[in-house]
């Protein structure tokens, strides 16, 4: 194997590796919504937990964070405890800076 290939190798490797924290840190932060929409809604214990699940699923449905920001937008204007989107927004940023330090600390 050449030095060129080593260096392709390598940056192969640190690609598949950044992906695959991207894709637990935005797992992760959905479950946060999940978790704070939840509190908003009312929704505690094993109940919140399961509605966490539900956003951290609805993330599959598309690419990009919409589908996620649609669900609990809905879900919370459902429930009478409506959030701008500019809220929720700016909360899924927030949690996914918490996201990425509860996996770096982990890890």
Do not use: C
Request: aromatic share 6%; charged share 35%; hydrophobic share 45%.
């Amino acid at each position: 194997m050449t030095t060129f290939d080593k260096r392709e190798d390598a940056f192969e490797k640190k690609f598949a590796h950044d992906e695959e924290l991207q894709f637990k840190a935005a797992a992760r932060r959905n479950k946060l919504l999940g978790l704070w929409a939840a509190e908003k809604m009312g929704i505690a214990g094993d109940a919140a937990a399961d509605y966490a699940k539900t956003v951290v699923e609805a993330d599959l449905a598309e690419a990009g964070d919409a589908d996620v920001l649609a669900k609990v937008l809905a879900d919370l204007k459902a429930a009478g405890a409506e959030q701008s989107e500019h809220q929720i927004r700016r909360t899924m940023d927030e949690l996914m800076v918490t996201a990425i330090e509860q996996i770096k600390s982990a890890g």
